[in-house]
């Protein structure tokens, strides 16, 4: 074992010789240490780490995961899983994000820097046992020390680099479906948002688009002139948004497929040949992204659809998802026919049906596949988790080279800890179940310790189908997100909100038009997140240390200044909250309807009708809200309102910046100070401006301990 110190809370032990997956970008110093804090580490020809928990512990993180925040009592496999039945007994899912912190008798953050399968026991086999394990002895522990779980999240985000940071357009809401087939119902989907006045950014292209399901190429008979469509759309107000997938078709004249062969680029099987599976085009390659000349070639394949007008993509199945090898075909045809004519008992049927239920995304086909990794052969599954992630930061860097400045949008389904500097994430093929708006609510805050801010669900559930009140009261989540993303799949019920009863349409149109006067504060909260290294979404413990708040698992703080508290049980008017301090509940109908109420600090149920969306805004803390439009492109934010709660005096930052280019990396933003300060039965506001341009007046409306409201307009 070796230790390196990273900084003055962080040491790196290192056992053997593990494969470097740039998660961190920071390397240390080596240093002598002997020891290591907090845990047992037994790391012979495989690795175990043990701790005993007291009963108040709380174990945070785990990123994209099932279970809570709390992450106590369940069994976790950390390997990125193409599987789309988010049920409780799943030990993965899309994601491998080996972070976690445990607070109460003792607090430590500890990040296993390994990139093949982890297995995370928090409790499940013995309740007091967290037990870290793993099939090799070549891995990065790292040890984060801090005074809180804040804290230690920050220290973790420094070493790990600034995250993502998509155009602002990337924040309004977007409409996604598998699939639009064709020009034709894209623009009639377009007119629909139109014609209802219903606020939308993009539409997005699944696989439909494509001639064939082959990467960057476009089904001429669906999209006979592509690029003056991309313009057509972009000239109603509406970004497209195309799908990438990780297979590549093996097909003769098919340029990618032509290159990548040539250019070996492809992974290999245990005899060095291209290595075949099979996904939606039927056989295909997939491209060896550890390796950085195919990451270059495959980033710049992005540039046949940025030359059509295109500005953002999604990446998917890149866990890499597998259909079937031949050799699981092979296998499950060879058991069938075995089995004919057979009077088949519980074993050997069930047998049977395991065997094709196991012929996708096999792990035996992951074992028989191979990297070049700057030179070094390297066999997939030891490495499984760090394929989409280079999916990702393939596409990154190639934009680099087409577009430097320009912002891009760009998510991924399968994800490891660092690909947050690339993209961020969609939380995968979930279900319009209830279980999974409370899921996606309990993900955001782990996923957010990940530096993973730009994250969002399958708003209203993307496999089955979503009656009404579930899609508005996801929406009454998902518009706090900043990844806000409405996708259904084939065979659903169609789930735009023009598809809905006019009720349903109009309560939908105004939780939309809510998000886009949330966006100055969402796009300052989270770009405040992105330079300053802290979260979007924060568990209530993270801000406040009393013993309830480390209990609540159904609410969230968002920022500096809200607390997010949804409804997300059928046929619920309400629900019970917890309040840390004294809070201003403002009950959401309409942008421009705002009554409020003051909440004093303790329980409390609180009636949320199906038109209403409950927002907290925590004391001496203000909300700024800008003007819906059509589009983000459109707002007109020239003058903004702000809602202050204020005991005795408030302050906020706005920060904004051109929403398109990378120059805030060069300190090119703006900023308003804002201090909100009580003088006897008055409140007096003080505003300095740092640059920006664009906001001349603020409207406040200053609501006092009692509920009073005192209104002022302030220039800028």
Known sequence: MKAYKIDEKIIRYTFGKPV?????????KEIDKKEIPYVNINCKENLLITYKMDDSDIVYGLGQNQRGINKRGGIYESFCSDDPNHTPN?????GAHNFIIVEGREKFGMFIDYPGKVKFDIGFTHKENLEISLDDNNVHVYIIEGENSKAIVKSFLNIIGRGYVPPKWAFGYQQCRWSYEDNNEIEEVANKFIENNIPCDTIYLDIDYMERYKDFTVSDKAFPDF???VKKMKDKGFRLIPIIDAGVKIEEGYEVYEEGIKNNYFCTDENGKPFVAAVWPGKVHFPDFLNKDTRLWFGLKYKTLVDCGIEGFWNDMNEPAIFYTERGIKEAIDKAKESEGKNLDIDTFFGLMDTFR?????DEDYKAMYHNMDGKRL??????NLYGYNMTRSAAEGFEHIDENKRFLMFSRSSYIGMHRYSGIWTGDNHSWWDHILLNLKMMPSLSMCGL???GADTGGFSEDANSQLLIRWNQFSMFTPLYRNHAAKGTRRQEPYAFEEETKDILKNMIEIRYSLIPYIYSEYMKAILNRDMYFMPLSFVYGDAMSKRVENQLLLGDSLMVAPVYEENSLGRYVYLPEDMLLWKARRYDERSYEVMKKGHAYI??????APIFIRKNKMLVLGNPAKNVDSMDNSSV??????????TYTLYDDDGLTKEFKEGKYSEIEIVIEKKDEDFEVTIENFGNEEIKTIKFEIIDMSGNVIEKTVEV
């Open 20 to 28: 470097n997956t740039d998660a961190v970008v920071v390397s240390g």
């Open 90 to 94: 799943k030990k993965s899912l899309y």
């Open 227 to 229: 690029s003056n469509f």
């Open 358 to 362: 196991n012929v996708n995304n096999n």
């Open 379 to 384: 066999n997939h599954y030891d490495v499984h």
């Open 453 to 455: 801010l730009y994250s």
């Open 607 to 612: 009636d949320v009708p199906l038109e209403e």
């Open 641 to 650: 309102h702000v809602i202050a709660f204020v005991e005795h005096r408030a």
